[in-house]
């Protein structure tokens, strides 16, 4: 059973709205929570990380996570074509090791 | 930037030949990682390592070996490789910056068994 889930999409968002990404985990014992991108044929590259309830904000990035419902969301805004990725949601368990949702592509249309 | 290096960067070889991936970091990081990501599956743990032979099974390890003979280079082995092994390969490590822990990728080995 897949530890971590995401819907894959693709989510297609018109350039300038928010785009909304999600992701739960069945692990409640987890303590940390991630939000990597993925341009195709690249490596992940991390936007975002988040450790307690609530809301943390990165320029048009906020990552929202909630202990009690096992939600993580990640939302861009003010989205742009370059922000056109699959995202990834990632989640630190036991051991210094992540367990990995298996991505929302992201479409930004210009 | 954390260092690392993954080599090759793309390998095609034959099925039931033995192959290894290089993953070299330069800057002393306890723990390294390799992940598998194939479509629908995201990234997927193989082994990881904690220290200089210190390693243990993740989630896909059958198949698998590694090595961490120096606490730079962590090895990936296929013994004999098959179809189903044909994926692209990350090597990752991590660090703690004021009791967080990050995680950074390599850039990836794309592996093809034919």
């Known amino acids: 059973q897949k530890e971590v889930e995401q819907n894959s999409g693709p989510l297609s968002v018109p350039e300038g709205a928010i785009a909304s990404l999600n992701c739960t985990y069945s692990?409640?014992?987890?303590?940390?929570f991630f939000w990597y991108r993925q341009y195709s044929g690249k490596s992940p590259e991390l936007i975002m990380s988040?450790?307690?309830?609530g809301d943390k904000e990165d320029g048009r990035f906020t990552a929202q996570l909630n202990k009690a419902s096992q939600y993580v969301s990640l939302l861009i805004r003010d989205s742009q074509p370059s922000d056109s990725a699959t995202y990834l949601c990632a989640v630190n368990n036991a051991g210094n090791m992540l367990t990995f949702g298996g991505g929302t592509r992201l479409m930004v249309k210009p | 930037d954390a260092g690392i290096t993954q080599s090759p960067r793309h390998k095609v070889t034959e099925t039931g030949t033995p192959v290894t991936l290089r993953c070299h970091q330069t800057?002393?990081?306890?723990?390294m990682y390799w992940y598998r990501q194939d479509p629908g599956h995201g990234l997927r743990l193989i082994h990881y390592?904690?220290?200089?032979?210190?390693?243990d099974k993740g989630e896909v390890s059958d198949g698998y070996s590694v090595s961490r003979s120096k606490t730079e280079d962590f090895l990936l082995t296929l013994e004999s490789a098959t179809s189903s092994q044909t994926s692209v390969y990350f090597c990752a490590i991590s660090e703690s910056r004021g009791g967080r822990r990050s995680y950074t990728f390599g850039s990836g080995t794309r592996l093809t068994v034919v």
């Open positions: 390592s904690y220290g200089v032979k210190d390693t």
């Open positions: 692990d409640r014992g987890s303590q940390s």
């Open positions: 988040i450790y307690s309830n």
């Open positions: 800057e002393n990081h306890r723990y």
